[in-house]
């Protein structure tokens, strides 16, 4: 079965220090992976895409990394910013003939505390 | 340059009535897509369009209809709403990378 599992549920860290969300996923066959941002009341906003054959990719102070053999991807956010409080969600695209649909992970909700 | 736009932003409906939900969008894109999303849940494919006139079925399309008759708009209909419709509904477009619009909150009761 498809899926993608996120760790942590939530996280509470205080500004301008660092964290990093995981990503665990089993979809197969796997096209490419996807970061994304969405503040509380609005639609998601992309951060990163990131295909088989890429380890890293960065948007500013934020980094996805990406381990294809073991499946699994992570989003470091360096020097955090209240603005930063937001879920973060991990979205894997399967890709098989006819069959491209995204698997949405549940998100990681992050609060960044003054 | 708005992106992607959607209406209403909030709406209550009564179990029975019937509702459209409009996406439009601005970058001349051709794929769209309407999801919902709902507590403990990622997000669900309703119906998506890879054209102006196409239209096909995602996860969750029970309930729904949808129509492209522009390029730039998607309409999502519901017939006859039930309480188990109520949800934050978003549109997006795009191919690789989706950009979505603000969301529109339906609460069906």
């Known amino acids: 079965k498809n899926q993608v599992e996120q760790s942590p549920q939530s996280l509470i860290i205080l500004e301008g220090k660092n964290c990093t969300l995981q990503?665990?996923?089993?979809?197969?066959?796997?096209?490419?992976l996807r970061w994304y941002k969405q503040d509380t009341g609005r639609g998601p906003v992309s951060l990163t895409i990131m295909t088989f054959s890429e380890n890293t990719k960065s948007n500013g102070r934020y980094t996805a990394t990406l381990d294809a053999d073991t499946k699994q991807s992570s989003l470091h956010i360096t020097a955090s910013q209240l603005s930063d409080s937001a879920s973060y969600i991990c979205?894997?695209?399967?890709?098989?003939?006819?069959?491209?649909?995204?698997?949405w992970g549940l998100g990681t909700s992050l609060a960044v505390n003054p | 340059n708005a992106g992607v736009t959607q209406t209403p932003k909030f709406r209550v409906l009564k179990t029975g009535q019937s509702m459209t939900l409009l996406c439009a969008q601005d970058m001349n894109h051709e794929y769209m897509y309407w999801y919902r999303q709902d507590p403990g849940m990622g997000l669900r494919l309703i119906h998506y369009?890879?054209?102006?006139?196409?239209?096909a079925k995602g996860e969750v399309p029970d309930g729904y209809n949808v129509s492209r008759l522009k390029k730039q708009n998607f309409l999502l209909g519901l017939e006859s709403a039930a309480p188990s419709q109520t949800s934050v509904y978003f549109c997006s477009s795009g191919q690789e990378t989706q950009y979505f619009g603000p969301g529109t909150r339906l609460l069906v009761l």
């Open positions: 369009s890879v054209g102006e006139g196409t239209t």
């Open positions: 979205v894997v695209r399967v890709n098989a003939g006819n069959n491209r649909k995204l698997i």
């Open positions: 990503c665990n996923y089993t979809v197969s066959p796997f096209s490419n």
